[in-house]
């Protein structure tokens, strides 16, 4: 099977029917054909993207694929796969390709994908992209930030409710809504009483962000290669392998979900670990009786 992706005036367009333009004849008209295997799938989250935005009026400018300074970025960059300039606010948008299963909410640090693999929480993830943003064409409260997450419908989402209301600044939404949001939230804002950006202070702020927009291949490559390097050293740190943990009073190994719990619950245990048996009897097997706060610890 192949993919026919089109250029027209800038915009991709593709179709996985190589025969649909057969007969036309267009004069600036360019046409590549690719095995299917060689389009790497975020990209298309990110060209259905593109297309989407480029349907909104004129006086819409919108920017894709931009690489700013972010000075509070362990890499000192941020990359952005896409930003909305509308009357009523400014979309940050970040595109997920996930398959599966999403779980998430909006406090929580990690989101699940199949309940086991661990994901950053993308509304954290793009809230640094709006500090970015800000940063470049000023932190005022004339500026309306909306942080959108989309998903393609190639995962179900199990996430909460208030992250996927209208009335929130912070959504997460499947990809082929992304129309709708953003002509709904222009909507209320207008309903409220918003006062809208002119055309003026859109191209002002689009010459911004362009003008801030690093499209040097070199220096995008460092930052792919330096983020790449931190998640390597990441999945190092969390694969090593630590001595098992062992009770305090009976010296007996406990295993590391017990060992973390009661790590994490200083309050309780004074950085101290206690095996699991006092849930049971308020003893450790070694027999000994385990307080803590003049209370019996318990891990249930």
């Not at 990209?43 to 909104?56: M, T």
């Not at 699940?112 to 940063?135: D, E, R, S, T």
């Not at 290669?225 to 931190?230: S, V």
Request: glycine share 6%; charged share 25%.
């Amino acid at each position: 099977m192949f993919t026919v992706i089109v250029r027209v005036e800038g915009v991709m367009v593709m179709t996985m029917t190589p025969f649909l333009f057969v007969g036309y004849f267009i004069h600036d008209l360019k046409i590549w054909r690719l095995p299917l295997k060689s389009i790497r799938k975020p990209l298309i989250g990110e060209y259905k993207i593109d297309i989407q935005l480029s349907q909104f009026p004129k006086n819409y400018k919108f920017l894709s694929d931009i690489m700013i300074e972010n000075t509070k970025s362990i890499s000192g960059f941020s990359q952005i796969d896409h930003i909305a300039l509308t009357p009523y606010g400014i979309f940050v948008i970040e595109t997920k390709n996930y398959q599966g299963t999403i779980y998430g909410g909006k406090k929580r640090k990690t989101w699940l994908v199949n309940g086991k693999f661990k994901m950053m929480n993308p509304l954290m993830q793009n809230f640094g992209h709006i500090q970015a943003v800000k940063q470049i064409i000023g932190n005022t409260s004339d500026h309306k930030f909306i942080s959108l997450i989309t998903f393609t419908k190639r995962c179900t989402l199990k996430i909460g409710e208030d992250i996927r209301h209208i009335s929130s600044d912070e959504m997460v939404i499947y990809d082929f809504y992304l129309t709708e949001t953003i002509q709904r939230k222009n909507s209320l804002a207008k309903l409220n009483g918003y006062k809208p950006y002119s055309d003026e202070d859109i191209e002002k702020l689009y010459a911004k962000l362009v003008a801030a927009n690093i499209t040097d291949p070199i220096h995008r490559q460092a930052h792919n290669e330096k983020i790449q390097r931190i998640v390597n050293e990441k999945k190092q740190a969390s694969t090593h392998i630590h001595p098992p943990a062992k009770c305090v009073v009976c010296n007996e190994h406990v295993s590391q979900k017990v060992s973390d719990y009661c790590l994490q619950h200083k309050n309780r245990f004074k950085g101290k670990i206690y095996c699991l048996s006092i849930n049971v009897h308020d003893k450790c097997r070694g027999g000994h009786d385990v307080f803590c706060n003049k209370q019996p610890v318990s891990m249930i």
